[in-house]
């Protein structure tokens, strides 16, 4: 299921793990998918050592000092390149950064780990906090000082670089937990599917059956959404064929939710990013099922694609325009309007007229204008 630009993936507004200075979650998810039982990644030490980038010989004496009287080593480089340097050859979970420095400065250099090195707690040092408006892709840092700091100031940093770090694992460790569980009920998935088929159950019937046991309310939301698909089909004059193929392409476009991991499917309070990208893989995960079937292979490539946005700015490839198969873009708009008009445990509906001047106000850069221009006309004679 997708919602318009006011509403995160999953149905709901997108939290973040701390006010300040946001945990790389979506980073970590992304990371997760080589995370497996006996990974001995997730179980990493916190914090054991440091990496102080300062141009300031003075400076970087002093901050060693204080890292070493907290017990914990360190590193440390006067430019942007011995910074990187370092890092090829030494592992640091922590890096004190200075903003201003010649040649390559240090916000450079904090986006380039945030790139390489996305386990590295950042700790930002500047005498201008404004120097931080780069215009460029916000930084995830565990805490920003201001020079000149005092030594309690400092460790305060470095303590915040512990949290930020400690958060980081914990994550980790929950991200290749989910994945484990992803991958197992995929595998119930599918076992399901054969066992109601061998049962004499039509593909489609067992698909239903199975979503109406693991996901109820994704289910009515999905029967929802198809009859929404069909009467818009209708609307742009195509053919009953093709109203045929839209409705059960919007039948089972979340239909991979069935094999999401519990927790999230139950979580009572909207999904963390790092949640979200794992939900987002039921795209995926429904269509491979579908193109696994005889009945309903068709669909599969409509559903693939019900996710994506007119824009490019969708899901999972990035399609745009007309790329995205017709179908694909009436499901987008139907799944998207049943979503805000229903309630959430986190969240009231929306008003049909809240939810339709939403779709206008996110067309066209996630809908395409034709399909809403159509889905309201058809609202307007039902």
Same mark, same amino acid.
């Given at each position: 299921?997708?919602?318009?630009?006011?509403?995160?993936?999953?149905?709901?507004?997108?939290?973040?793990?701390?006010?300040?200075?946001?945990?790389?979650?979506?980073?970590?998810? /992304?990371?997760?998918?080589?995370?497996?039982?006996?990974?001995?990644?997730?179980?990493?030490?916190?914090?054991?050592? *440091?990496?102080?980038?300062?141009?300031?010989?003075?400076?970087?004496?002093?901050?060693?000092?204080?890292?070493?009287?907290?017990?914990?080593?360190?590193?440390?480089?006067?430019? +942007?390149?011995?910074?990187?340097?370092?890092?090829?050859?030494?592992?640091?979970?922590?890096?004190?950064?200075?903003?201003?420095?010649?040649?390559?400065?240090?916000?450079?250099?904090?986006?380039?780990?945030?790139?390489?090195?996305?386990?590295?707690?950042?700790?930002?040092?500047?005498?201008? +906090?404004?120097?931080?408006?780069?215009?460029?892709?916000?930084?995830?840092? $565990?805490?920003?000082?201001?020079?000149?700091?005092?030594?309690?100031?400092?460790?305060?940093?470095?303590?915040? /670089?512990?949290?930020?770090?400690?958060?980081?694992?914990?994550?980790?460790?929950?991200?290749?937990?989910?994945?484990?569980?992803?991958?197992?009920?995929?595998?119930?998935?599918?076992?399901?599917?054969?066992?109601?088929?061998?049962? /004499? $159950?039509?593909?489609?019937? $067992?698909?239903?059956?199975?979503?109406?046991?693991?996901?109820?309310?994704?289910?009515?939301?999905?029967?929802?959404?198809?009859?929404?698909? *069909?009467?818009?089909?209708?609307?742009?004059?195509?053919?009953?064929?093709?109203?045929?193929?839209?409705?059960?392409?919007?039948?089972?476009?979340?239909? /991979?939710? $069935?094999?999401?991991?519990?927790?999230?499917?139950?979580?009572?309070?909207?999904?963390?990013?790092?949640?979200?990208?794992?939900?987002?893989?039921?795209?995926?995960?429904?269509?491979? *099922?579908?193109?696994?079937?005889?009945?309903?292979?068709?669909?599969?490539?409509?559903?693939?694609?019900?996710?994506?946005?007119?824009?490019?700015?969708?899901?999972?490839?990035?399609?745009?325009?007309?790329?995205?198969?017709?179908?694909?873009?009436?499901?987008?708009?139907?799944?998207?309007?049943?979503?805000?008009?229903?309630?959430?445990?986190?969240?009231?509906?929306?008003?049909?007229?809240?939810?339709?001047?939403?779709?206008?106000?996110?067309?066209?850069?996630?809908?395409?204008?034709?399909?809403?221009?159509?889905?309201?006309?058809?609202?307007?004679?039902?």
């Amino acid at each position: 299921m997708r919602h318009v630009c006011a509403f995160g993936p999953h149905g709901g507004p997108v939290s973040v793990p701390f006010s300040t200075h946001q945990c790389p979650t979506e980073q970590i998810a /992304g990371r997760s998918k080589g995370v497996r039982r006996g990974s001995n990644l997730a179980s990493a030490p916190p914090v054991t050592s *440091v990496l102080i980038v300062d141009d300031e010989p003075a400076v970087r004496d002093i901050m060693a000092r204080w890292v070493a009287s907290l017990g914990l080593r360190s590193h440390t480089a006067g430019s +942007a390149d011995e910074a990187l340097a370092t890092l090829r050859g030494q592992q640091c979970e922590l890096a004190v950064i200075d903003v201003t420095m010649p040649e390559r400065d240090g916000i450079r250099l904090a986006h380039e780990l945030q790139r390489a090195h996305p386990n590295t707690a950042l700790v930002l040092a500047t005498t201008d +906090a404004d120097l931080l408006d780069t215009g460029q892709a916000p930084l995830s840092f $565990a805490d920003l000082i201001v020079k000149p700091f005092q030594r309690d100031r400092f460790e305060l940093a470095v303590d915040r /670089g512990r949290r930020w770090r400690k958060h980081w694992l914990e994550e980790l460790r929950w991200q290749a937990q989910l994945a484990v569980e992803l991958e197992d009920r995929i595998g119930e998935l599918h076992a399901d599917m054969w066992t109601y088929t061998a049962r /004499g $159950a039509s593909e489609s019937a $067992a698909l239903m059956s199975i979503a109406q046991e693991r996901i109820p309310r994704t289910a009515a939301h999905s029967e929802r959404v198809a009859r929404y698909a *069909v009467s818009v089909a209708a609307e742009l004059g195509l053919a009953p064929e093709a109203s045929s193929v839209v409705e059960s392409a919007a039948r089972f476009h979340d239909i /991979g939710k $069935a094999a999401m991991p519990l927790a999230l499917l139950t979580k009572p309070s909207p999904l963390t990013p790092g949640e979200a990208a794992i939900m987002r893989k039921h795209v995926e995960v429904g269509a491979d *099922v579908l193109l696994a079937t005889t009945q309903l292979a068709a669909v599969a490539p409509l559903v693939h694609a019900s996710h994506e946005s007119f824009d490019g700015t969708g899901y999972p490839d990035q399609l745009a325009g007309e790329d995205i198969p017709l179908e694909s873009r009436i499901i987008a708009v139907c799944d998207s309007y049943d979503a805000m008009t229903q309630s959430r445990l986190y969240r009231r509906a929306t008003d049909s007229g809240d939810a339709v001047r939403e779709l206008l106000r996110c067309s066209p850069s996630q809908f395409d204008p034709r399909i809403v221009d159509a889905f309201i006309a058809m609202l307007g004679r039902h």
